[in-house]
């Protein structure tokens, strides 16, 4: 199949490190220098690169680690010391490996590598490298040290009740609170490298006992024929994981609640943790679970019902608000209250667009305002909301430029758009189509589209999964926990599973 004209510019100006990485192992050589000159032409001259030879009982052994990236306590109690006090005669080659690490060391957590390029990854991962003469392989003691945050509450998932805890940008303290929570076997954990360059950590979380077999292959194969150079965050990797069909819905749950995390395994789901990011993914997510949160397990149930409501409706709010109002004052104005319809009319009178472009303007205008408050620091974007909100919402119904009906639409629709803030995304993409549709046909636009985006929701059925499930295809007893919410009374007896598609 030829390039289309794109793709070809494309390749004019990019690199495919596919064909430039190398494939085949670079074995150890038993020549300790020439390892040594190895780790130096490929780092070069960097200087946080640590080489320390020493002579123990006439063997000569090389360390080397990344300053910055290891506990220097650790490696100079729990190695270095024991190791330089040893009796290492009579032994020969990789036998000296094998004592100093097995016999003298005091360190657990130890690994054999046989490859140099490997040696090289371990050690800028923060890794303690040791080599000897005459050995055909190298001992990597994890020794890893570097800085991090402690665990704290997301500021994206707030709770009132619940852990305060958060995941942090290390996967190890991440697996860590994970593991904290499930205290049982089932609970299995797989670590990939993903990132031609980068080589980043990446860990797949799941129950053995639920989880389904060809889910968690499709899953494993999906991040491992990953053609990424680097893995920066978890989002690199969600299309990858993400259903394959145009949408602007998406199929991967983020979240930054350990507890969350937990709670969806438990449900079969499968979590995906990437090392220096904070978010991890949960696959596959269904619509329904966009209005859950986890307050909802931890309060009365009519109140958690009551919740759930107020978030659909909020959703309904935030997409269909704006696009009816410009179709009802275009082309319906008899559903308009014969009290409200001329104070209407008499302010959209005043101002100099049409409803539909006035209603596109102050949409984005908010847009635009919303975005610079999220990406400046936080107490100058507090000013830029509320100079938004205030003078520029005020001083444009002043000046004539909007109406304020429109001004009071908008606000609704903000306030409401944040409800569900997971939704966020297509929620401002859908309220600018349905603006659109209702300005140029009305009610007929409004309901064909809505068609249009059910049909679309309802095809999409990642890892064989019905993405509107339980409502399509319905499932009655999955409704106790859908809007509605039982009690643990009930809930508490049998555990939900994932309901695949029948074929």
């Known amino acids: 199949m030829k390039d289309s004209w ?34 130096k032409q490929c780092l070069g001259d960097a200087f946080d690169v640590k080489y320390r030879g020493c002579t123990v009982s006439g063997k000569e052994l090389m360390f080397i680690m990344l300053d910055g990236m290891c506990d220097n306590l650790l490696i100079t109690e729990q190695i270095m010391l024991p190791i330089l006090g040893s009796d290492l005669s009579g032994e020969e080659g990789a036998k000296v490996l094998y004592k100093a690490a097995d016999e003298v060391t005091a360190s657990i957590d130890k690994a054999i590598i046989n490859d ?18 005459e050995s055909e392989f190298v001992i990597a003691f994890g020794v890893q040290k570097f800085p991090k945050r402690n665990p704290e509450e997301p500021n994206t998932e707030s709770q009132e009740r619940g852990s305060r805890e958060g995941f942090v940008e290390s996967f190890k303290d991440n697996v860590a609170m994970i593991r904290r929570r499930v205290n049982n076997p089932v609970l299995k954990i ?48 969600q299309p990858f994981v993400d259903h394959k069909k145009p949408s602007i819905f998406t199929c991967v749950g983020t979240t930054e609640r350990p507890d969350v995390f937990t709670a969806k395994l438990s449900e079969g789901k499968i979590g995906i943790i990437v090392d220096g990011t904070p978010d991890a993914l949960i696959v596959p997510y269904l619509f329904i679970e966009h209005f859950h949160s986890l307050d909802d397990y931890l309060k009365r149930p009519y109140y958690a019902t009551f919740v759930r409501v107020l978030k659909m409706i909020s959703f309904m709010f935030s997409v269909f608000l704006p696009g009816l109002y ?36 102050i949409h984005l205008v908010y847009e635009i305002v919303r975005e610079a408050g999220l990406r400046m620091p936080k107490t100058v974007g507090q ?18 430029i909007i109406a304020a009906p429109m001004l009071i639409v908008v606000g609704l629709t903000a306030v409401s758009s944040f409800v569900v803030p997971s939704l966020y995304e297509p929620v401002a993409i859908l309220r600018f189509t349905f603006i659109i549709v209702g300005g140029i046909s009305g009610f007929y636009g409004i309901m064909l589209c809505f068609a249009a985006v059910l049909v679309n929701m309802t095809s999409l059925s990642p890892y064989d999964v019905p993405f509107t499930s339980p409502f399509s295809p319905t499932k009655i007893g999955a409704w106790r926990d859908m809007l509605i919410r039982s009690s643990w009374l009930n809930m508490g007896k049998r555990r939900m599973q994932i309901d695949k598609m029948k074929k």
Do not use: W
């Not at 140099?116 to 003469?133: C, F, P, R, V």
């Not at 209407?344 to 006035?358: F, N, R, V, W």
């Open 116 to 133: 140099l390029d490997k040696a090289i990854t371990e050690m800028i991962a923060g890794n303690l490298i040791m080599m000897t003469q």
């Open 190 to 237: 797989k670590a990939l490298d993903v990132g031609t360059t980068s080589k980043t950590r990446v860990c797949v979380c799941y129950m053995s006992d639920r989880t389904d077999d060809k889910m968690l292959a499709d899953v494993l194969e999906r991040i491992n024929s990953a053609e990424l150079d680097t893995v920066i965050g978890s989002g690199y990797l």
């Open 326 to 361: 410009v179709a009802i004052c275009t082309f319906h104005q008899e559903m308009i209250p014969e009290t409200m319809v001329f104070g209407i009319a008499g302010q959209e009178s005043k101002t100099p667009l049409p409803i539909m472009a006035e209603a596109l303007l």
């Open 383 to 400: 000013a830029v909301s509320i100079v938004g909100a205030l003078v520029i919402g005020e001083s444009a119904v002043t000046a004539g």
């Open 6 to 39: 794109f793709n070809k510019k494309v390749k004019e100006i990019t690199v495919d490190d596919r064909k430039t990485q190398p494939k085949e192992k670079t074995p150890i050589d038993r020549d300790m220098q020439k390892n040594v000159m190895h780790f």
